[in-house]
């Protein structure tokens, strides 16, 4: 167990790391050392490069491996992702992902208790770590939800970060409206200004309750879900509570054609057009996830120091792609990255981020691994305003991933960052070290049974899908919602889970 400070498992005195690759950060940017060196003492790094002259309390040598910054995930997935059922299964207001008239009639209910809320983040938090993701600022879906997500459910998340150890900025989403499937198909806005206000109240006493907590592991945000839902006032109240919080706050936009057209039906105007309109962008601005939008309403976006939040993975399954990273950047955009989907895996992200980039480009150089990298790195630690974060230097926190390069599945081995575009994935991730307290170590979370989580993970998966018809539109069997890829010949034996 951690205590509130964060300092259990924490070496006394300095501990020196080396690898047959260290990614270091000089002049702003990263660096390769071959055969490098990495020591960090209590919570901070002390040193990058060859030679350290001081003297050291331990010494571990990774061999073939690449030590570098853990990633900054700015939309890391952090329930038994839904959003997997979509892969084949389309249109989603047919498949239970917009809730129908006499549902909501009904009243909506939560549909898990708060011990497996709770466990579903605990679960995904120690994903998350194994994946490399060393600072996550969690995304869940509400389609599950009674409205909003629950203060109690981010408290207990509050501790399951403490407890694993993983940098968190926490924030239970709220929302002012939710879409509703009428009788006859059609999908209609609802706005419910009270229920808002309540969910923006509550996320602001979240934050001044719980920023700081374990020794500063624990950070909070606002996180009031996605904009075609939302009223131009308690917007502009959400972005002055975030500015007065000193909070970063995400706001999902540009993301939807449902999104593009409801924006024009209410508001005459497009996502980022209206944000700018209503004083909303700015600094710790978090934007998933820019796929649908205009060029000029991204150059809106780069212009206000906002940040986009590139999820590749999640989007590319829905048939769109960002247009395009490379072009954005060069105009200025701030790009930081998200998994927001299962798997929770960054390096999979960076390569589908690498590949859709230059199919979006034209172009076959552009972007570059670096810049993949950069984005998931440096791009996530500028969205959080937080220079310690994304690089490994003197200074910085101690946040850092060993990934394995001795795997005979990797094959050879040329450029370290080329592998990790071409033939690494998270399940490379061997070891890592977040505020100077290794919270994995040759893949094993000390406190934490995969097996047992993944079985738990299962039913409780397998009954909230059970409960999908609920909540669907004219509530067809469970067959008829998920069909599966070919027909099921059945057997007569106990199943195999
Ligand atoms: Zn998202």
């Known amino acids: 167990m951690s205590n509130e ?19 270091g950060h000089a002049d702003s940017r990263h660096v390769l050392y071959e055969n490098g060196e990495i020591v960090y003492e209590g919570s901070r790094i002390v040193f990058v490069g060859h030679h350290y002259p001081g003297p050291v309390k331990r010494r571990i040598d990774h061999g073939m ?34 809730w129908p008239r006499d549902y909501v009639n009904s009243g909506p209910v939560e549909m898990l208790d708060p011990d497996e809320l709770a466990f579903q983040k605990r679960y995904a938090f120690a994903q998350l770590i194994r994946n490399g993701i060393t600072t996550a600022l969690p995304i869940a879906s509400l389609f599950y ?8 459910e981010f408290v207990s998340a509050a501790e399951s970060a403490g407890e694993l ?47 700081g907590r374990y020794g500063g592991l624990v950070r909070t945000m606002l996180a009031p879900d996605r904009i075609e839902f939302w009223t131009k006032d308690l917007l502009q109240l959400t972005a002055a509570a975030a500015r007065d919080l000193d909070v970063p706050v995400r706001l999902h936009c540009c993301q939807s054609e449902f999104e593009v057209q409801t924006m024009h039906k209410r508001f005459g105007t497009t996502s980022a057009r209206w944000l700018q309109s209503i004083g909303f962008l700015g600094d710790k601005v978090l934007l998933p996830h820019g796929t649908n939008a205009e060029r000029a309403d991204l150059d809106i976006i780069a212009g206000s120091g906002a940040t986009l939040v590139h999820c590749p993975i999640v989007m590319a399954r829905h048939g769109v792609a960002l247009d395009n990273f490379s072009d954005l950047r060069r105009a ?6 998200g998994t927001d989907t299962w798997p929770p895996d960054m390096v999979q992200n960076m390569q589908v981020g690498l590949m859709l980039g230059r199919v979006m480009s034209g172009d076959s150089a552009r972007p570059t691994s670096a810049d993949l990298y950069d984005a998931a790195t440096l791009g996530g630690a500028q969205a959080l305003g937080r220079g310690d974060l994304g690089r490994l230097q003197k200074g910085a926190a101690a946040d850092i991933v060993v990934f394995k390069l001795s795997g005979s599945r990797l094959g050879h081995v040329t450029d370290p960052i080329a592998c990790l575009m071409t033939s690494a994935s998270g399940r490379d991730v061997d070891t890592v070290i977040i505020d100077g307290r290794t919270v994995m170590q040759g893949g094993i979370i000390p406190g934490f049974d995969f097996e047992a989580a993944r079985q738990r993970a299962q039913t409780q998966f397998e009954r909230l899908v059970a409960r999908y018809p609920e909540r669907t539109w004219q509530h067809p069997p469970i067959e008829e919602i998920f069909p599966s890829t070919y027909p099921i010949i059945p057997s007569r034996k106990a199943r195999i889970s």
């Open 65 to 98: 491996a690449l030590i570098g910054p853990g990633f900054v995930d700015l939309d890391a997935l952090s329930d038994l992702d839904t959003g997997v059922l979509g892969l084949d299964h389309q249109p989603g207001w047919k498949k239970g992902r917009v």
């Open 332 to 337: 200025g955009l701030r790009i930081g990255m």
């Open 165 to 211: 150890g993983l940098r968190v900025y926490l924030g239970p989403a709220f929302r002012a409206g939710h879409s509703v499937v009428e009788d006859d198909g059609s999908i209609v806005v609802e706005i419910d200004e009270d229920r808002g206000a309540e969910g923006l109240e509550r996320a602001i006493g979240f934050c001044k309750e719980h920023e």
């Open 145 to 152: 939800r009674e409205w909003n997500e629950t203060t109690a």
């Open 5 to 23: 400070t964060g300092t259990n498992n924490v070496a006394e005195g300095p501990v020196l790391l080396t690898a047959r690759w260290v990614i």
